[in-house]
Structures are given as structure tokens and as C-alpha cells.
């Protein structure tokens, strides 16, 4: 017994075998009641054969397969090439290497974006390794992920406002329990991809590119098991000047071009089921006559375990003129902000409020719908409706099948219904 409790001590995960593991298991089993005697917990040996079997020699492998056959109206204002597409729009697959007991190595080699040719996106979206330093202060180097907004349960549609983006970092992180602390040193737009792209209702297109350094951090206190708050900011730094291009005509933009989003959030849960929760941003752009500006939203988020028939997601919110979120939000296939918000910029001050609700019928059978507005102040004519109604099959554990009904409205675009229909399957292994 006293060899068995050592053994599972001190297992090598790059050399253990399924026979050896296998072995362990039976011989923990046999040998529980003398493991018991030595005082040795039979409970979490049993977890470390756990662990030694989900990451058998170290490494551990899943993936993801996303395919969508989506069929739309002769004209459309969706990303949608023809009146249908086939697309591949998301295929992962994970790699997961345990070092040792304090370092891991983590991959993600795959697309989230549709592709024609699944081969032509295929890329290292993700490729870090993470350890533990002195103090028990977790630190990540490599390309990793930041969603600080998904990770706080601030968003439940597409995508968040900001963050939810891969980079090449640093990050540090460390947990008091009550209090915890993370600090991003990251590259961006090293690419020389756009930061800001978008053609306004004159027609004029304007972009910006430059590459920057990011700073960003979270500090979240959970004051108890109902309340939490915290404060995060993404400061961009430019490296030089950013270069401006209106109409195909560079214009310097001398000693400008850092962007700072400065946020606040907080979480109330005033019964299991029930949380009230809002996240505020203020954001200062150095660019041609660019104002400081902000954004806000409040939440109310209800489970199904108190309605029984549905899960609801009610949400009301407000963009200033030129606030400028990095991804496109509230979208199903680039729907309600790709108007107002053309390149994540709002060209108007913008309100926003949607519902969204989620039934699960039984194991197997699910639906969902959602209903989101988004109306500019002063420029009704480009007031964008859009409802989607789906309905879930999970023909197995690794295979789901979805039917989904989405339809936009909106002058600005020039279409009164511009609908679309899309057969989802998804497969997880």
C-alpha cells in the first residue's frame, strides 16, 4: 500500500502507459483498506489516477468542427457570397502537453473564421505555455487568449466588446480568494491589419493602421458568494504614428493614434437562479477630432431553474459616437451593428436592447430565440431590427445539429427583410 500511495506520488506523465494506469487503478481498488490504515486518502489517489488518464503520457487532444450551409435572399447584406454558402466557419483542434505538476503547454491550431478552402485558414491561433512562480503567481507566455468580458458572464451573444482576442503576451496572474489580479504585456496588430476600417453613409472610407503595444488588466473582488466587482483597461500604445487614409489620400496624424478602454463591472446575485449585473467603458482615442467617449450596459440574467420553460437574458444598452468596439457584438452572420457601427466604430450615439431566451426540453431537444434593436439618436432611417429563432438537436454527446431562422431590418441597409437560414451541425470530439 505504502508502494502504491509513493507510486502515484511520483508518476512520470511523459512515461506512464495505459497498462500502467490501469494497473494502479485495480491495485487502489484491492488495496484500499491498508491504504486507508497508512492514512493515506483513497479519494484523491483515485483523482490522480483521474488525472493520469484524462492526460495519459502528458498530452491530451480535442477538437471542434463547425459546418453551416446558410441560404439568404437574392440580395443581402449578410457575409454570405451567392445565395448560399457552405461553410467550414470554425474547426479546432487542442493540444494540451502537462510538463509537470506546475507547467502546462496549450495549443489551438484551427480557424474561427469561414473559409471556402478549410485548409487556407488553417493557422496557430493559440500556442502558450503556462507555469507557476514564486508566491503562486500563475504566469503565461506565448499566444493566449484574453476574454475577460466572457469569462465574467457580461455577454451571451457573439461576442464581447472588448477583448476576446489571441495575442502574443505575457500575463501574470495571481488569487488572494477574495481579490484576483491579472497583467497583460501584449503585441498587436503586428500584422498591419486595419484597427479601424469602415465606409460612412457619404461613402467616404476611412481607415487606420499602426501597430501597438497593449497593457491590460483586471482586478475583480468578490465581496461575497452574491457580490462582485472589479475594473479592467486595454491601453494601446502606438509605436509611431498611425497612418490615416480617407479616399485612398494618406493624411498624418502626427503624436496621435493610443487608445485607452477603461471599464467597471458588477455583479449582483439576489436569488441562485437571478444576477443583475453592468459593465461601463470610457475610452479616450488619440485620432483626428476624436472625443473622449463612452459605453454602458445593465443586465438582467435569469436561469431556467426558476422559470422551468426558459432561460432569459434581458440587456439595454448605450454607445456614444465614435466609441469603437474590436469585435462586431449582437451579430448572426455581421447583422445589427454593421451599419451604425461599420469597423466597430458607432458613427451616432447609439441604443441598443435585446432579449434573448433558451428552452431545454429534454435532453436532446433545445431552442432559442432572440430579439435585438439597435436605434441611432439622430438617424432613424438606420434603425436595424434583427430576431433569430433555432431549434437544437443533440444527436449524441459529440454531435449537435441546429436549424435556425434569422431575419434584419433596417432602412440604412436598403432592405426591409433580409432574411437568412442556416443548417448548423457541430461535432466535438
Not at 1 to 20: E, H, N
Amino acid at each position: 500500500a505504502s508502494i502504491i500511495a509513493r507510486s502515484l506520488a511520483y508518476v512520470d506523465f511523459d512515461k506512464a502507459s495505459k497498462q500502467d494506469v490501469e494497473m494502479l487503478k485495480r491495485l487502489v481498488v484491492e488495496f484500499s483498506d491498508e491504504l486507508s490504515a497508512l492514512g493515506v486518502r483513497v479519494d484523491e489517489l483515485d483523482a490522480r489516477v483521474a488525472v493520469l488518464e484524462k492526460d495519459l503520457g502528458g498530452w491530451s487532444l480535442a477538437g471542434v468542427m463547425e459546418f453551416n450551409a446558410k441560404f439568404v435572399d437574392d440580395d443581402t447584406v449578410r457575409d454570405v457570397s451567392g445565395k448560399a454558402d457552405f461553410d467550414i466557419d470554425k474547426y479546432r483542434i487542442f493540444l494540451r502537453k502537462r510538463i509537470d505538476e506546475k507547467t502546462s503547454f496549450t495549443a489551438r491550431l484551427g480557424s474561427s473564421g469561414g473559409h471556402e478552402n478549410g485548409a487556407a485558414g488553417m493557422e496557430w491561433e493559440q500556442y502558450y505555455i503556462t507555469t507557476t512562480l514564486p508566491y503562486d503567481i500563475e504566469f503565461t507566455f506565448g499566444r493566449a487568449p484574453i476574454d475577460w468580458e466572457g469569462d465574467l458572464g457580461l455577454y451571451a451573444d457573439d461576442d464581447a466588446w472588448w477583448g476576446d482576442f489571441n495575442r502574443q503576451m505575457f500575463k501574470f496572474k495571481k488569487d488572494w480568494g477574495m481579490a484576483n489580479l491579472e497583467l497583460v504585456f501584449a503585441r498587436a496588430y503586428d500584422n498591419g491589419e486595419d484597427i479601424v476600417s469602415y465606409t460612412d453613409p457619404d461613402g467616404d472610407e476611412y481607415s487606420v493602421t499602426a501597430e501597438y503595444f497593449l497593457l491590460a488588466g483586471l482586478l475583480n473582488f468578490d465581496f461575497s458568494e452574491k457580490v462582485s466587482a472589479g475594473i479592467l483597461a486595454y491601453y494601446l500604445i502606438a509605436d509611431d504614428d498611425p497612418v490615416v487614409d480617407i479616399n485612398s489620400v494618406i493624411i498624418p496624424e502626427p503624436g496621435g493614434g493610443d487608445v485607452l478602454t477603461f471599464g467597471a463591472y458588477a455583479k449582483f446575485q439576489f436569488h441562485p437562479s437571478v444576477e443583475l449585473k453592468g459593465l461601463y467603458y470610457y475610452q479616450d482615442i488619440d485620432l483626428r477630432d476624436a472625443d473622449n467617449t463612452n459605453a454602458w450596459k445593465i443586465i438582467l440574467d435569469v436561469n431556467q431553474d426558476l422559470l422551468k420553460f426558459t432561460s432569459l437574458w434581458l440587456e439595454y444598452a448605450q454607445f456614444e459616437e465614435g466609441f469603437w468596439v474590436n469585435n462586431q457584438p449582437y451579430a448572426v452572420n455581421d447583422g445589427l451593428l454593421g451599419y451604425i457601427a461599420p469597423g466597430g466604430m458607432f458613427l451616432e450615439d447609439t441604443t441598443v436592447f435585446g432579449v434573448r431566451a433558451a428552452q431545454q426540453w429534454s435532453d436532446k431537444w433545445s431552442t432559442w430565440e432572440r430579439y435585438w434593436v439597435a436605434d441611432p439618436d439622430d438617424w432613424s432611417d438606420a434603425e436595424t431590427n434583427n430576431f433569430t429563432f433555432a431549434v437544437g438537436y443533440q444527436y449524441s454527446p459529440a454531435i449537435y445539429f441546429e436549424l435556425a431562422y434569422d431575419v434584419l431590418d433596417s432602412d440604412g441597409y436598403g432592405y426591409d427583410s433580409d432574411s437568412l437560414i442556416r443548417f448548423q451541425t457541430v461535432v466535438n470530439f
